[in-house]
């Protein structure tokens, strides 16, 4: 009974790393586009102050 537990452990493993690793790459993709939008917004809200326009709303504009 030994061998069917280390067997069913050896198959499920390639299983478990895949989907740790793919949890890993999403994360880190998704990390890095909110970083990148947060320092986009940054810099526009910078570039927005020295023209001396008014800040960015944060609400989408309307096409109605």
Known sequence: ???FWLAAAWAILPTLVV???F???IR???RADRNERRAYARLEAKERARRGLPPA???PASGN
């Open 1 to 3: 009974m030994d061998d």
């Open 19 to 21: 989907s740790l690793l």
């Open 23 to 25: 949890f890993w790459v």
């Open 28 to 30: 880190s993709m998704i």
């Open 57 to 59: 709303s944060d609400a």
